[in-house]
């Protein structure tokens, strides 16, 4: 009986000895499982926050470089306009602006995007007379008052008609532009006026629009008609448009037009 006891209660014994050893083995791999588990997430969630941080850093910074790049481009378009102004000027040929009936106008912008021979230009103009427009010591055309405001038309223009002498025996004629075509149209040159090819013309003045002798290009093809010749020229001046031009004011046109440049 007694020896039965004791065998009872050693067995109770191991079997909580055993049972308390598994607990905290049980214990023990589940307190490791968290803490692998705890570690795991602190790695995640501070890979998430470098990402984050580092992808605003990034916004940040790229935001603040587009704002500088902005802020250059804005700085740097009165320079950028200034430079232009000064290489304009710096080959704008202005050998007759000392003289009184010599004024500059600058141009603004064409009459109409479809015709580049036709420009508006910075200059007061109250009369309805036919100025001539010069180009590097070179007729370019003429200026008529259009709408109230200065119009320029240049010699490729079918409009632009100035007189001109051709030649040696100075051949009277009319030019006129022609269109889709860089050359110059010279009409109503008198029959009997002997004229040929690489004849230099030059403005006659006899309408008083220019002055006489200035040069406005070469004869390339002779044209006869009924009652008259007529020649075709290649122009000195090609009509690429220019920023600045002189305006040519005959002595007794000039009363009547001033120059202001819009500042």
Not at 187 to 192: A, E
Not at 216 to 241: M, T, W
Request: net charge positive; with cysteine; glycine share 4%.
């Amino acid at each position: 009986m007694y020896k039965t006891l004791s065998l009872f209660l050693f067995s109770i014994l191991f079997i909580g000895f055993y049972l308390l050893n598994l607990n905290k083995d049980i214990e023990k791999k589940l307190l490791d499982i968290n803490h692998k588990f705890k570690e795991i997430y602190i790695q995640k969630l501070l890979s998430i926050e470098n990402t984050y941080t580092q992808y605003t850093k990034q916004a940040q910074t790229i935001e603040k470089l587009q704002k500088q790049v902005l802020i250059n481009k804005m700085n740097s378009i009165p320079l950028f306009n200034l430079e232009q102004e000064i290489k304009n000027l710096n080959n704008f040929n202005a050998n007759y602006i000392l003289k009184d009936n010599i004024k500059v106008a600058r141009s603004l912008h064409f009459k109409n995007l479809d015709n580049y021979s036709r420009i508006w230009l910075d200059l007061e103009k109250n009369d309805t007379s036919i100025n001539g427009l010069i180009s590097h010591d070179i007729a370019a055309g003429i200026v008529k008052l259009e709408k109230n405001k200065p119009l320029a038309i240049l010699n490729q223009d079918e409009k632009c008609n100035y007189g001109v002498f051709i030649g040696d025996t100075k051949a009277i004629g009319i030019t006129h532009g022609i269109k889709n075509s860089q050359n110059i149209l010279i009409k109503f040159i008198p029959l009997w006026n002997n004229i040929s090819i690489g004849d230099e013309v030059v403005t006659n003045g006899l309408d008083n629009i220019f002055f006489e002798g200035l040069k406005v290009g070469r004869v390339i093809e002779i044209i006869k008609k009924i009652n008259h010749l007529e020649a075709i020229i290649k122009p000195y001046n090609i009509s690429n448009v220019k920023k600045y031009y002189s305006v040519y004011l005959s002595p007794t046109k000039q009363p009547s037009l001033n120059q202001p440049l819009t500042k």
